[in-house]
């Protein structure tokens, strides 16, 4: 089992940035990818960006591509979520999750609230 917790959300202002943190302990050693996601009040969770744990190979949802960037520390096992130009439509919970390969992700985090004011 992987823990996982999140941090960095916060207020920010249309344009601004943030920069959320995923520190994992337990098996991460299980985990051959990781991800954000996010859910905003009355919607379905969605795909946010993921990368892949060894490799470092990211991949983005079309509405933060270009903005957000994905990347991993392995010695410090960490996920972060560089978010520039943010948009008031940004604004959600925003979730870790790891997968093992050929596995669904799963091992959330708690979450942390990032709202844009416009």
């Known amino acids: 089992q992987v823990q996982l917790v999140e941090s960095g959300g916060g207020l920010v202002q249309a344009g601004g940035s943030l920069r959320l943190s995923c520190a994992a302990s337990?098996?991460?050693?299980?985990?051959?990818?990781m991800g954000w996601f996010r859910q905003a009040p009355g919607k379905e969770r969605e795909f946010v960006a993921s990368i892949t744990w060894a490799g470092g190979n990211t991949a983005y949802a079309a509405s933060v591509k270009g903005r957000f960037t994905i990347s991993r520390d392995k010695n410090k096992n960490t996920l972060y979520l560089q978010m520039n130009s943010l948009k008031p439509e940004d604004t959600a919970v925003y979730y870790c999750?790891?997968?093992?390969?050929?596995?669904?992700?799963?091992?959330w985090g708690q979450g942390t609230q990032v709202t844009v004011s416009s």
């Open positions: 337990g098996r991460t050693f299980s985990s051959y990818a």
């Open positions: 999750a790891t997968r093992a390969a050929g596995a669904d992700f799963g091992s």
